[in-house]
């Protein structure tokens, strides 16, 4: 047995609004099911076709069959495989970034310098592209991170501490190495590259193209298969996010055999439609489940404060904080919450 939790959980107990975690019961399924599925094949399938050559639509018949296997029950061998090789992938390509960037290493402060006159020159700025380009790292990273976004709650639910606060500054530190070093790592690797980034490379192709410009093929080999294994288990990964929320407000079998049809229906659709089209979906649906989040951290921001002042304090004492009920009972309301 585990804790089960998350922000329907949250907004129900919490803040006894269970129309409110519905709606964001929704907008997951919205967003995890369908919208981010779409992009996770789309990039996967442009990865394998620019490696190996493999039509979007051929690669996607097959991610899709293969997905169906797992999520209708059939085969969860090649999720469990998927999975073990993840860790390993991501170790790979951030060991390859770091051999790339110290090859560079010469031209790492010109390549920083540029990304900050980039960012803040002049000319961007009464260009209007400085809105612009903070407007789409917003976008790029919360998608990354998920920082705000009220998915990683789920996860982080079901973990065993002795205090709330101690999950919570882990899940800080997620946001911190996914952005800071792993998107770090890819943004040095293009432009230690001195590809023209004018548009003509978009998506993981841009990416592709940059390492083979230190390692040739094997470059582009090497990002197609971890972005394989990437993209695959996150479609998995994303479609139990929404299976759970489902579940949260229907039990019905026919539900959750629409669902499943449905994810595959748009894993196939992601594989062969355009970039822009999976990004604008993506956008919009993280949008509104982001919004419904924040609103719903900010209303229980008082518990919070509360919890880290006592985390804080027992810190401060040399004691290894474990949470108490009877320490902040009288400071913020409990009433119907059985976990911290």
Not at 144 to 151: Q, R
Request: hydrophobic letters at 50%; a neutral charge; one cysteine or more.
């Amino acid at each position: 047995d585990s804790f089960v939790g998350g922000p329907a959980y949250y907004m129900t107990r919490g803040l006894k609004c269970r129309p409110m975690a519905i709606l964001f019961c929704v907008l997951t399924v919205l967003t995890f099911g369908f919208a981010y599925n779409t992009v996770q094949s789309n990039t996967l399938c442009a990865a394998m076709e620019n490696a190996f050559g493999i039509n979007h639509v051929y690669m996607g018949i097959v991610i899709t069959i293969a997905t169906l296997i797992i999520i209708f029950g059939g085969i969860q061998r090649i999720a469990k495989v998927s999975a073990l090789i993840v860790p390993f992938m991501a170790l790979g390509y951030l060991a390859l970034a770091l051999y790339v960037v110290a090859a560079n290493i010469t031209v790492i402060p010109d390549v920083i310098a540029t990304i900050f006159k980039s960012a803040f020159g002049f000319e961007q700025a009464f260009g209007g592209t400085v809105g612009a380009a903070m407007t789409q790292g917003i976008k790029r990273g919360l998608f990354s991170n998920e920082a705000g976004e009220g998915s990683a709650p789920n996860a982080a639910a079901t973990a065993d501490v002795s205090h709330p606060v101690k999950q919570g500054l882990i899940q800080m530190l997620g946001v911190f190495t996914d952005t800071l070093v792993i998107c770090s790592c890819t943004a040095l690797i293009i432009l230690v590259s001195g590809l023209p980034l004018d548009g003509s490379l978009d998506g993981v192709m841009l990416t592709q193209e940059a390492l083979s410009v230190e390692i040739g093929h094997a470059g582009r080999v090497f990002v197609a298969v971890a972005i394989f294994f990437f993209a695959f288990s996150s479609i998995i990964g994303n479609y139990y996010y929404g299976e759970a929320n489902i579940a949260f407000f229907s039990k019905k079998r026919w539900a959750m055999i629409a669902y499943r049809l449905t994810v595959g229906a748009m894993v196939m659709f992601g594989a062969v439609t355009t970039l822009q089209t999976v990004w604008s979906l993506a956008d919009l649906t993280m949008a509104l489940m982001t919004l419904c989040n924040l609103v719903a951290i900010v209303l229980l921001g008082r518990r919070v404060i509360v919890l880290l002042d006592d985390y804080m304090r027992q810190r401060r004492a040399g004691k290894d904080p474990v949470f108490r009920l009877e320490e902040v009972k009288d400071k913020i309301p409990t009433d119907g919450i059985e976990c911290w």
